[in-house]
């Protein structure tokens, strides 16, 4: 890795994450078209690059939300629950089944785009006219963030793009779902990058992670994590659900362009 790529890099984890950390989305699913576009980390090499990156990045954002003591509550634990058992199937998908990466694209796109947009709607609504949401069951927060591991572990994703947009749109608040978001999302993927590395002792090609630029990429969202988990308390309730649809109209977006292409 070149000086010039790794300050690419971290530049690219710090402005990333203080844009998504407020609601509690980690980053990684920006930084992975970055990765392979303009970084140039090959496939599948860049699953468990885009995790270390997740690694690195967690503990800023999560040491602002231990200071204000917002990661205790059972939320946290469904979600790791769902999420690291979800992750290790995932990463075995990877490197065995190889799944293309357009059934995942469309099957993204198809997701974030509605419901960023009708969480945009709703939010924007509430704010005219104030409703109560309907909270998920344990049950079912729980089989979504395992579906959610699953998907991290195949593509390298930390789930908060994927989690934050659905809780939030059932119901809960930004306040409650961003910190255990996050939480899950390290969680998740510390496991993930470490089943990646065991994997990558018995399987040839690209599989281990690019460790110095996942570093580099990593340092750059330490900041911004912990920057953006600073900002949360002084953004109200309506604005972080609004940014959160924007981020999945983004995601959303992004993909679908990358499978028209």
């Not at 509690?24 to 990765?35: H, Y």
Request: proline fraction near 8%; include cysteine; aromatic fraction near 6%.
């Amino acid at each position: 890795m070149t000086w010039s790529t790794g300050l690419l890099g971290f530049a690219a984890g710090l402005l990333i994450s203080v844009a998504t950390a407020p609601v509690g989305v980690s980053g990684a699913v920006f930084l992975l078209p970055v990765q392979i576009s303009v970084l140039g980390v090959p496939s599948p090499a860049v699953t468990p690059t885009n995790l270390l990156y997740n690694v690195v990045a967690g503990p800023g954002a999560l040491l602002r939300h231990h200071r204000a003591g917002t990661l205790r509550g059972p939320l946290t634990r469904l979600l790791v629950l769902g999420t690291v058992p979800g992750v290790v199937v995932g990463a075995v998908i990877r490197v065995f089944a190889v799944p293309g990466p357009s059934v995942f694209r469309l099957l993204i796109a198809v997701l974030l785009l509605p419901l960023g947009g009708w969480l945009c709607l709703r939010t924007l609504r509430r704010a005219a006219r104030p409703a109560p949401g309907r909270e998920p069951s344990d049950r079912a927060v729980t089989r979504l963030a395992m579906a959610v591991g699953v998907a991290g572990g195949i593509y390298g994703i930390g789930g908060g793009s994927l989690l934050g947009p659905i809780l939030v749109g059932r119901g809960m608040p930004v306040a409650k779902v961003a910190p255990a978001a996050l939480a899950a999302t390290f969680v998740t993927s510390v496991v993930g990058a470490g089943t990646y590395a065991l994997l990558s002792l018995t399987t040839t090609g690209d599989i281990a992670p690019y460790w110095s630029l996942g570093l580099a990429c990593g340092l750059g969202g330490l900041c911004g994590g912990y920057l953006g988990a600073r900002l949360q308390p002084r953004l109200p309730e309506t604005a972080l659900r609004l940014l959160l649809g924007v981020l999945a109209l983004g995601v959303g977006g992004l993909y679908a362009v990358q499978l028209l292409r």
